[in-house]
């Protein structure tokens, strides 16, 4: 079992910063791919970042340049900074994790990040 938690979510105003974390724990083998997803009301949950244990990374359009993914391994941490913030960010983020491309995923119980105009 793999448990992910989440934290650093909140309000915060067009333009500003949010630095999400997770943390996770349980049996970390092999545990290659973490990363952030989004959903927002009445939407699907969609990709907004992910990054390996190698440190290759992937990001949704609509976040590059804006978000920056990291991790850090001897703490089992993966961390979202999300900076210039839109309205159109609004949504819960979830954590993320999966030990290769056909095992089954591992999720946190998510964070809400709100953007205000």
């Known amino acids: 079992q793999v448990q992910l938690v989440e934290s650093g979510g909140g309000l915060v105003q067009t333009g500003g910063s949010l630095k999400l974390s997770c943390a996770a724990s349980?049996?970390?083998?092999?545990?290659?791919?973490m990363g952030w997803y989004r959903q927002a009301p009445g939407k699907q949950r969609d990709l907004v970042a992910a990054?390996?244990?190698?440190?290759?990374?992937n990001y949704a359009d609509s976040v590059k340049g804006r978000f920056t993914i990291s991790r850090d391994n001897a703490k089992n941490t993966v961390y979202l900074q999300m900076n210039s913030l839109k309205p159109e960010d609004t949504a819960v983020y979830y954590c993320?994790?999966?030990?290769?491309?056909?095992?089954?995923?591992?999720w946190g119980q998510g964070t809400q990040v709100t953007v205000s105009s």
């Open positions: 993320n994790a999966k030990r290769s491309s056909w095992s089954s995923d591992y």
């Open positions: 990054i390996t244990s190698f440190g290759f990374t």
């Open positions: 349980g049996n970390l083998f092999s545990l290659n791919t």
